[in-house]
T-cell receptor, first 113, second 115 residues
Framework: DQQVKQNSPSLSVQEGRISILNCDYTNSMFDYFLWYKKYPAEGPTFLISISSIKDKNEDGRFTVFLNKSAKHLSLHIVPSQPGDSAVYFCAASGGTSYDKVIFGPGTSLSVIP | GAVVSQHPSWVICKSGTSVKIECRSLDFQATTMFWYRQFPKQSLMLMATSNEGSKATYEQGVEKDKFLINHASLTLSTLTVTSAHPEDSSFYIC???????????FGPGTRLTVT
């Protein structure tokens, strides 16, 4: 039973355009959401997070939107750059933020120059 | 930023031997460390959670006698794969968090190949 879903295994975007990565979750107890970026043969790198009390969090080119009623969040990257090409994992946790985190299956983003 | 290291970055061992992987938090004290496993083109699978000074909590389906986890200090956790078999070949990643940090920070991973 997958609690965090990323239904698009891959996404291709032209350089300079917007990349939108989507994530859905099923557990209503989740109250903290994170996005990680991962290159092959490396550990994930934390990108951005959002608490359930917010519906938007922005950090530079990265913005995460949270729709609690729909149990849906998305990561927007604007403008997309070739260096953004990586696998992006959506993750969620319940309770305190350092509880265990449940990861989605990931979306592989390719930014085409 | 928070830095987590892993050693070794890759290891090849023979079937039946044991392998130890170290995970260190370099610039913060990690009250909790997590061990993940990633198969090719798959997501990260949490294996266990370890808190400093206490026994690790293993996820369902993970053999605690096979994957020994020790979190002896606030900066070091080790994962020992005992009597390794080819099916244990995988990419093992640790992460660490603390009460000061809001997120988990990941190590670079260890590629284990069992021949």
């Amino acid at each position: 039973d997958q609690q965090v879903k990323q239904n698009s295994p891959s996404l291709s975007v032209q350089e300079g355009r917007i990349s939108i990565l989507n994530c859905d979750y099923t557990n209503s107890m989740f109250d903290y959401f994170l996005w990680y970026k991962k290159y092959p043969a490396e550990g994930p790198t934390f990108l951005i997070s959002i608490s359930s009390i917010k519906d938007k969090n922005e950090d530079g080119r990265f913005t995460v939107f949270l729709n609690k009623s729909a149990k849906h969040l998305s990561l927007h990257i604007v403008p997309s750059q070739p260096g953004d090409s990586a696998v992006y994992f959506c993750a969620a946790s319940g309770g305190t933020s350092y509880d265990k985190v449940i990861f989605g299956p990931g979306t592989s983003l390719s930014v085409i120059p | 930023g928070a830095v987590v290291s892993q050693h070794p970055s890759w290891v090849i061992c023979k079937s039946g031997t044991s392998v130890k992987i170290e995970c260190r938090s370099l610039d913060f004290q990690a009250t909790t460390m997590f061990w993940y496993r990633q198969f090719p083109k798959q997501s990260l699978m949490l294996m266990a959670t370890s808190n400093e000074g206490s026994k690790a909590t293993y996820e369902q389906g993970v053999e605690k006698d096979k994957f020994l986890i020790n979190h002896a200090s606030l900066t070091l956790s080790t994962l020992t794969v005992t009597s390794a078999h080819p099916e244990d070949s995988s990419f093992y990643i640790c992460s660490a968090s603390s009460r000061r940090l809001h997120e988990q920070y990941f190590g670079p991973g260890t590629r284990l190949t069992v021949t």
